[in-house]
Antibody, heavy 119, light 107 residues
Framework: EVQLVESGGGLVQPGGSLRLSCGAS????????MTWVRQAPGKGLEWVSY????????YIADSVKGRFTVSRDNAKNLVYLQMKSLRAEDTALYYC????????????WGQGTLVTVSS | DIQMTQSPSSVSASVGDRVTMTCRPG??????LAWYQQKPGKAPKLLIS???SLQSGVPSRFSGSGSGTDFTLTITNLQPEDVATYYC?????????FGGGTKVEIK
């Protein structure tokens, strides 16, 4: 069974940093591209980042470019989202999701980890 | 960036009704479109990829159609468990973008 479990969220002050982790199981992690998608309270879905299966290609949304970086450790089946210079508008539930290679769609999602940026 | 416009933003229908919602990308995306269902308090679930390919396990009352700049998600015989917000997502290019969602409620 495919499972994605996010962790690392919490309350952080504006300007602070957090590193989110997503642990994967139930599939060959190193064969799949992964993404992070966030959802602000009561709002829609916003794609945040992409990392290819080998980590050779990454993309970051303009709204977080220069502040967020994505990485992965295929030996540990983990994908990370390093977030710095956090702002109130980064407050959201952050999901990691597996990306299908052929249709570029998110076929499995984690349960999300909540990041709250507030003083 | 490819902007995705969904309509209506919400719809209220009776059990057994047919519900239709649309998604219009700001540029031609061929069939690079997915639909997701998000129930309250839950993660999104992939329903349809490639504009019309139903994911395994998704009830056949869900169907997707369209290509280019005009897509439709249809729910025939609406059921209480279909109460959710439905999102489209273009898969043509990065940044991947989602529509604003259509909330489906039962009358």
């Amino acid at each position: 069974e495919v499972q994605l479990v996010e962790s690392g969220g919490g309350l952080v002050q504006p300007g602070g940093s957090l590193r989110l982790s997503c642990g994967a199981s139930g599939f060959t992690f190193s064969s799949y591209d992964m993404t992070w998608v966030r959802q602000a309270p009561g709002k829609g879905l916003e794609w945040v980042s992409y990392i290819s299966s080998s980590a050779s290609v990454t993309y970051i949304a303009d709204s977080v470019k220069g502040r967020f970086t994505v990485s992965r450790d295929n030996a540990k089946n983990l994908v990370y989202l390093q977030m710095k210079s956090l702002r109130a508008e980064d407050t959201a539930l952050y999901y990691c999701a597996r990306l299908t290679g052929d249709t570029v769609t998110h076929d499995y999602w984690g349960q999300g980890t909540l990041v709250t940026v507030s003083s | 960036d490819i902007q995705m416009t969904q309509s209506p933003s919400s719809v209220s229908a009776s059990v057994g009704d047919r519900v239709t919602m649309t998604c219009r990308p700001g540029q031609h995306i061929s069939s690079w479109l997915a639909w997701y269902q998000q129930k309250p308090g839950k993660a999104p679930k992939l329903l349809i990829s490639g504009a019309s390919s139903l994911q395994s396990g998704v009830p056949s009352r869900f169907s997707g159609s369209g290509s280019g700049t005009d897509f439709t998600l249809t729910i025939t015989n609406l059921q209480p468990e279909d109460v959710a917000t439905y999102y489209c997502q273009q898969a043509k290019s990065f940044p991947l973008t989602f529509g604003g969602g259509t909330k489906v409620e039962i009358k």
